[in-house]
Each structure stands twice: as C-alpha cells, then as structure tokens.
Nanobody, 125 residues
C-alpha cells in the first residue's frame, strides 16, 4: 500500500500562484509513477500532470501546459505541483495519485492504484 497526503491548496486570485505538495508513505521503495488530477463540481476527473518514477519524464494536460510544473524528490517521497498564472477555470479539487513500479508516464485515472484525499484550489476572478 502507498498512502498519499496532499497539502497546499487554498484561495488565490487569477494570475497568482500556488504550490501543491503530496507526501507519499508506505511501500514506496520499489518506485512509483505519480500524477496529479483535478475534478470540478459536475465534471469528470481531469488529468493535470504526471512524472515517471525517476523524474526523467513529465507530461501535462493541454489546459495547463506552460503554466504548471510537476516535480518529485524521491529522497523525501514528495511530489510537487507548481501552479502559475492561475485562472478561474483551474478551480477544482486536486488529487495526487500513484502506481507502483519502474514505469513510464501514466495519464489515465484508471492506471493509478492509490489516491490522496484531495485538496481544494479556488481561483477567484
């Protein structure tokens, strides 16, 4: 099992920045791919960003390319999402996700085994 806990959400004005962090614990020694997803009320869960087990590869959803950056620190077992130039349409609950293994990028929610509880991000206009 891998446990994931997100932090860093909050309220920010349009154009501002937030940094989300996800702390992973449990059976992480074998390596894991990590990703961020988000879900707004009445919407499906949307892929935001993913990073390979060693941090060598990243991928972003089209709506966040050039504004968000995913990174990880395997020594600390953390996965961060730096969000810049935030827009009201970025408002959602953001979830950290992980799948164990020395794998490449995963962009589909169904490909992930473990999920955090989510953190709310609200961007005001």
């Amino acid at each position: 099992q891998v446990q994931l806990v997100e932090s860093g959400g909050g309220l920010v004005q349009a154009g501002g920045s937030l940094r989300l962090s996800c702390a992973a614990s449990g059976r992480t020694a074998s390596g894991y791919v990590a990703g961020w997803f988000r879900q707004a009320p009445g919407e499906e869960r949307e892929f935001v960003a993913a990073i390979s087990w060693n941090g060598g590869s990243t991928r972003y959803g089209d709506s966040v390319k050039g504004r968000f950056t995913i990174s990880r620190d395997n020594a600390k077992n953390t996965i961060d999402l730096q969000m810049n130039s935030l827009k009201p349409e970025d408002t959602a609950v953001y979830y950290c996700a992980a799948v164990r293994g020395l794998l490449g990028i995963r962009t589909l929610a169904g490909q992930y085994e473990y999920w955090g509880q989510g953190t709310q991000v609200t961007v005001s206009s």
